[in-house]
């Protein structure tokens, strides 16, 4: 008799929606996670007193409540929560600026489309075949990798365009260098473009209490600080775990969210690591500031993407940090948040992990401010002067990342090799998550809950 | 369980699955899924309900079964009526 029916590796957003599905239906399921919060890559921590979100921007799919086929409403049903429990925030509106132009939208979908018809007046009607092309294709159907590049350039023709489009998709949920697998392209375009961008009403903390609550409230059990350091084989199948502390759980099935790399490590299985490891990683930087300067900051916008040029290449940087593109985010700018004392800009960039790695602790630190600097500065050319005003800031890199979520090389989007049916060489250990496919805090969720659908419960 | 009582059954199950269900109208002769713009994620968590509640296993082959409530009532008839 084994310890668990289930033990799943990670709290983060797909832990936890594996671990809900599980024990709603009576599986005796134990989740553990090296940290001493839950969230994974989507978390809070405290800094100075103030309450600072980790990775979530802004949650893609925006959809009301009546929207049942929604991918955000059949989420919520599949873990028996109730919308009504979650109150949120529309974007205000988001941007997308290239030295050549602006291109606005919001979670008004007709927006887009007339942005797209101010500025290329003679792509308006290819643009809307593109969206019709997008809305017919099926994404989850299982078929080989298809360049999304040259999909959107047989519609559009027209670089600069197709450059827009793809730096938010790209940058909000792509693992791959240069090119975006269309499947991957068309769930990204519908979760922001036609969808729209949404947060919680209150912090991460309350939607991360609301998912543990529900998890404990189904008799799942959830052990921190539990770093697993081995999946224990036996008779080819995982039959439990082995935590850094020495402690033993014995499981009859086991389902990895560490990312693939992380899992090939512990469980011993015999694939190239390499393959696996993704190279897009970012440095983010959260500069506080007081709500008295908020008159000469940009107040319209909740997102700007930028390119200080009208090439754009999403690819690891050959420097620590690359400030030719990124995003800023205004976390205080959705519908009908009110004013706090305090406000924070979050500017997010690509960068090298390795070059991050190769730096000893003294100039690591040095780096770090230096870097901070850099990014705040690119981004006053969107957002207005800030620089001068910050009271508090703080700032994460590929390492950071690494440390606090085990996503080897801090590749915040996993591995570009994806393995969509979750399975491994053991017939009773599953991965979900990052590597399984769907990117986002909806999307990681959906994959927790369809691998537990597909392989743990029936 | 007689024809009623599973079908209450159903419906509070579904009810319960999705809070947004609107019954007016339902038709037991047509596709549920249809009347109550479900998913097929939604159809496992009826499955999933009836396995927990009546320890009652419907292999996947014979989810086609659970197509309309009255399809539903026919199929689960025999299977519940010592319960």
Redesign the interface.
Known sequence: MSDYQLIIIGAGLSGLAAGIRAAR??KKTLIVDQHYRPGGLNSYYKFQGHLLETGLHAITNFAP??R??APL??LF??L?L?R?DFPVREQLGSEIAFPAGSLHFSNDPDLLQAEVERLFPACGEAFHQLRRAIAAHDPFASTPWRSARSFVAGYLKEPLLENMLFLPLMLYGNAEENDMALSQFVIMFRAVFEEGLFRPEADMRAFLDLLVGQYKGFGGVIRYRAEVEKILIKDDRACGIRLADGSIFTTEALLSTAGLPETIRISGWQAPCATYSGKMSFTETISLLPNAVRGSIRQDRTLIFYSSSDQFSYRRPQSLQDISWGVVCFPDNFKGVPHKEFFSIRVTNPASYPLWRALDSETYAQEKTACRRAAVQASERYTGPYGQAIVHQDSFTPLTIERFTRKAEGAVYGSPVKIPDGKTPWSNLFIAGTDQGYLGIVGSMLSG??IV?RHL?? | MNRNEIRDVLLEIIADIDEEADFAGLDDHKPLRDQLDLDSMDFLDIVMELRKRYKLQIPEDEYPELATLSSCVNYLEPKLRHI
């Open positions: 239906f009576g409540p009546t049942k086929k409403n059949l049903r599949q028996q109730s009504h809950i369809s659908n419960l029936t």
